[in-house]
């Protein structure tokens, strides 16, 4: 029996039963209204991201499905859909960091072990509009993979890992801070005090100022992270004091300049300075030597002390790399591997541009319509993050698998030692011709020789 209907119809409502189920359990449209989403017309926000969100997985682009002849599921045209990306009342970095927040506290931390380290990750990634000439706030950017300046913006991102799951929670798309290399400047009809205006100043903000903004309002929605990790690119003694203040340790990469200075002893030494002076391990030793150095004080005039970890560059025999950890009580080992988990955030960088259409599904010129746009992309990740973790992790079966924990548990203990007698009584009666009574007698005997709970346990089941 042959059908008309397309071959991955089936995976179509099984993504969308995925989405409307996610969007049910963790109440999306109460979180939309506390986010001031308000519809302006007969379609509810709720309807438009749930569409949205299951646009890339479609296979088609906006115009081809809009477009369809078959469009009775859809109730509306383009121009609902580019009001929605477009209202700047819209707070889309608060509604980010709510879902995120579900997710974890009520998810992922009963997953995970108190004993276990979660991490706050940061780190930037070209947000590229190289063929865009009339974008709010457009810039010229460096980018450091084709190491040449472009058009577009640097998309700094704030996630959480527990070491198995990352997950996106805040990020702004950095303009540039020096005007002179600003393409565009803000559209004139934005109202001030709506939060679009408020992501357009901070899009002018230097990278170091907006990290400790996106920090800070991470804290504030109580997700537990006991450490913050980054690459090179910012870790100067400054900003990591300013992460001090805010009560989380800081492990990071250093890079090897020559104004950077560290208090050692009472010296003021910079990084390859410091490596001459500390004595090394022999042999081939992964980590080579480690130091306690100052790297600022606090208001009242307490010294803020780091451990700066000297490990091996694999890459390079001769090198060397730089690890510093504010946390100077962690083991040298504990520090490697913890920094370890940073890479999860580049992992994600390559599913959001490959997979989930970052800075591709949409071409719109303002400002609110790419962080719409990024933000229901990053939520799109958490879906598939949340379904990954949940197809992998044993424990996410709930009471059931605690339940048949407890039963197997009991097999091994009362079964199994039944069947262990049951056997016995059936070898000596085909080896060795044995009678009844005598097997009778080598089991009684054998069972008064075992601990009293077993005992008990045998003489129940027989």
């Known amino acids: 029996m042959t059908t008309i209907l397309p071959e991955n119809k089936s995976f179509e409502n099984e993504r969308k039963i995925l989405i409307t189920r996610f969007l049910k359990d963790h109440h999306i449209g109460k979180m939309l209204n506390q986010c001031n989403f308000r519809k302006t017309k007969g379609i509810p926000c709720l309807h438009l991201l749930e569409f949205l969100i299951l646009l890339v997985f479609s296979g088609k682009n906006l115009y081809r499905i809009l477009a369809a002849k078959n469009r009775d599921s859809f109730e509306f045209h383009k121009d609902c859909v580019y009001r929605f990306l477009n209202d700047c009342h819209y707070n ?78 805040a990020f702004t798309l950095l303009s540039s801070a020096d005007e002179s290399n600003r393409l565009c400047g803000v559209a004139s009809h934005i109202d001030k005090r709506t939060n679009g205006y408020a992501r357009r100043k901070e899009a002018q903000f230097k990278s170091t100022d907006a990290l400790i903004n996106l920090l800070k309002q991470a804290q504030s929605y109580m997700i537990p992270a006991s450490y913050l990790l980054f690459d090179s690119w910012f870790a100067f003694p400054s900003v990591i004091c300013k992460i001090r203040e805010l009560k989380i340790h800081t492990i990071c990469m250093l890079k090897a300049l020559p104004k950077i200075y560290y208090g050692y002893g009472d010296k003021r030494l910079n990084l390859k300075s410091l490596y001459a002076a500390v004595k090394k391990k022999r042999g081939r030793a992964k980590t080579l030597a480690s130091v306690i150095v100052t790297i600022g004080y606090k208001e009242d005039g307490t010294p803020i002390q780091a451990k700066i970890l000297f490990v091996r560059d694999k890459n390079r025999s001769r090198e060397w790399l730089a690890l510093l950890s504010t946390d100077i009580e962690l083991q040298d080992e504990e520090i490697v591997r913890i920094y370890g988990k940073r890479w999860d955030i580049e992992i994600f960088f390559k599913m959001a541009k490959s997979h989930l259409r970052l800075a591709k599904e949409f071409q719109g010129r303002s400002y609110d319509s790419m962080v719409a746009h990024t933000t229901i992309v990053f939520i799109r990740y958490i879906i598939l993050a949340l379904e990954s973790r949940c197809g992998q992790d044993q424990r996410t079966i709930g009471e059931l698998f605690f339940a048949c924990c407890d039963e197997l548990k009991d097999l091994s203990l009362i079964e199994a030692l039944q069947r262990v007698f049951t056997l016995l009584q059936s070898s000596l009666q085909a080896c060795f011709q044995a009678t009844e009574a005598e097997i009778r007698k080598l089991l009684a005997f054998l069972i008064d020789a075992l601990p009293k709970c077993f005992k008990e346990k045998l003489a129940f089941c027989s």
């Open 92 to 169: 889309w970095r608060k509604f980010l960091l709510m879902i995120g927040s579900s997710v974890i506290r009520n998810y992922l931390a009963p997953l995970t072990s108190e004993k276990r380290v979660n991490v706050f990750i940061v780190d930037d990634s070209l947000y590229s509009r190289s063929r865009s000439k009339a974008v709010e706030l457009l810039a010229r950017v460096k980018d450091h993979v084709a190491n040449k300046y472009v058009k577009g913006f640097r998309m700094l991102t704030l996630g959480w890992s527990d070491g198995n799951t990352f997950l996106p929670l």
